[in-house]
């Protein structure tokens, strides 16, 4: 197993629409994949509009204070 070194521990955000409870099959793959390495991670889904599908600046909330969430949590 190759060792994840300094970034062993990650925060997997997720925006999707309303009753989505895991993410899509290819972040699974890849969430999967980090975890082989050694890599921690912790996932999260966040409800909102696909603000990288708009041409209209979409904001989602949500994300934002998911984001702040993982920023300010200490890891105990």
């Not at 603000?51 to 204070?65: C, G, H, K, S």
């Amino acid at each position: 197993m190759t060792s994840a070194g300094a970034w062993e521990a990650w925060d997997w955000l997720e925006v999707s629409g309303p009753g989505v409870d895991k993410p899509g099959v290819a972040a699974q793959r890849t969430i999967a994949a980090m975890r082989a390495r050694g890599m921690r991670v912790r996932e999260s889904i966040v409800e909102g509009e696909p603000f990288w599908a708009t041409p209209e600046i979409a904001v989602v909330p949500a994300l934002i204070d998911a984001t702040v969430g993982c920023l300010t949590r200490s890891e105990t």
